[in-house]
């Protein structure tokens, strides 16, 4: 069983910068492929990015390239999303998801949210224009 914990989000203006934290609970936490999905207001969950258990493999949604970074840190059981040049349309609840990893050799990025194990209870981010 992994619990995660979101923070960090928050309202910024638009061209502005958050970075979004994600702790989980455990020491498996390396044992996970990490995601971050969002939701806004009537629209179903997206995909955001996610990086594989060691950091080494990372893979992002087209409308983030450039702007956002995800990243983790295994020693403190967090992952992260820097999340820069911020826009009204990236106004959602942001999701941090954990998935099993089964074989550490194969690097299987997983976009849906049903591939997805476990799930944050999601933080607010709201930019205004």
């Known amino acids: 069983q992994v619990q995660l914990i979101e923070s960090g989000g928050g309202t910024v203006q638009a061209g502005g910068s958050l970075r979004l934290s994600c702790t989980a609970s455990?020491?498996?936490?390396?044992?996970?492929?990490m995601g971050w999905f969002r939701q806004a207001p009537g629209n179903d969950r997206e995909f955001v990015a996610s990086i594989n258990w060691s950091g080494s493999s990372t893979n992002y949604a087209d409308f983030v390239k450039g702007r956002f970074t995800i990243s983790r840190d295994n020693s403190k059981n967090t992952v992260y999303l820097q999340m820069n040049s911020l826009k009204s349309e990236d106004t959602a609840v942001y999701y941090c998801?954990?998935?099993?990893?089964?074989?550490?050799?194969?690097?299987?990025?997983?976009?849906?949210?049903?591939?997805?194990?476990?799930w944050g209870q999601g933080t607010q981010v709201t930019v205004s224009s």
């Open positions: 998801a954990a998935v099993f990893v089964l074989d550490a050799t194969i690097v299987k990025h997983r976009s849906s949210p049903d591939d997805y194990d476990y």
């Open positions: 455990g020491r498996t936490f390396s044992s996970y492929s």
